[in-house]
């Protein structure tokens, strides 16, 4: 088995950090080593049951760990809004803010619960949707905001004519188009924060690749059985050439953690980004248009219906 690299987490005490998709793969070691620095972690998961295995995981690995669950489902946006409700009436400043969670390539277009396909409505219009709920307690936190992209956002491009793939379907383009779209709108959170003075700082991270749970069987995105792709990548983690799912955990702690940085983008170093010690790294051409990202920003305000402002 590889040996993870190391990465200093600076103390995280008394910070509360919420994190999608913690309920398994390396969104669990995200959340273990925010919890190991001292955070309180809240995860908003789908499923109670995966949950609860993964709150005993980290208790495990982190004795003393402060890890709570709540209900969310990144697929429906009414979940979202009521996810935004319960924090809100708990009136806690949020400190950190993990969009980790996504689905990856339904082998056929399927829909969320508001007729959205399933990437672009999961991996990127759920999280705009959180963030917007959240944006009050993200500001009384002075808050990082830490989006997962994917090496994927380094291939094809935005589907701008028809962001809902209601016209045909591509299952790794549109996973693309989702990811892109993550990236666009996480350096446009950090630009319109400065200019506004929100006092939020948002950072783009993507994880290499590892074999997580994103490619295997998962009855929920119409999939019966392990893709070919997670066998191999399985193999080639074992010989170190991927990243592990601790690994790959480790950029986005480094977005979340590293002190004073904004509009940065992090990822492996190692031969194509696939695996190795975290480092900032930089951002691929298609996150780089402020122009796309401005486009990005209202057409994703406009398809969630819920402002962006404070």
Known sequence: MPRTPTLDVPDLSGRLAVVTGGSDGMGVHLAARLAAAGAEVVLPVRNRAKGD??????????????????????????????????????????????????????????????????????????HVALVAHLL????????????????????????????????????????SHSKIAVGLFALELDRRSRAEGWGISSNLAHPGVAPTSLLAARPEVGRSRDTAGVRVIRVLSRLGITGTPESAALPAVMAATTPDAGGRF????????????????????????????????????EAVGVPLSV
């Open 136 to 175: 009050p307690l993200l500001v009384a936190g002075g808050a990082r905001v830490t989006s997962q992209t994917s090496i994927a956002a380094n291939r094809n491009g935005v589907h701008w004519e028809d962001p809902g793939w209601e016209r045909s379907y591509d299952g790794m383009r549109a996973y």
């Open 266 to 301: 992090y990822g492996p170093r190692g031969p194509g980004g696939l695996g190795g010690r975290p480092a900032e790294r930089t951002p691929y051409a298609s996150l780089r248009s402020p122009e796309d990202a401005a486009r990005m920003w209202a057409l994703s305000e």
């Open 53 to 126: 295995r993964a709150v005993a995981a980290i208790g495990d690995r982190v004795p003393g760990a402060r890890v709570s669950l709540r209900d969310l489902d990144l697929s429906s946006l009414d979940s979202v809004a009521a996810l935004g409700a319960t924090l809100s009436d708990e009136g806690r400043p949020i400190h950190l803010l993990v969009n980790n969670a996504g689905v990856m390539t339904p082998p056929e277009r399927r829909t969320t619960a508001d007729g959205l396909e399933l990437q672009w409505g999961t991996n990127h219009l759920g």
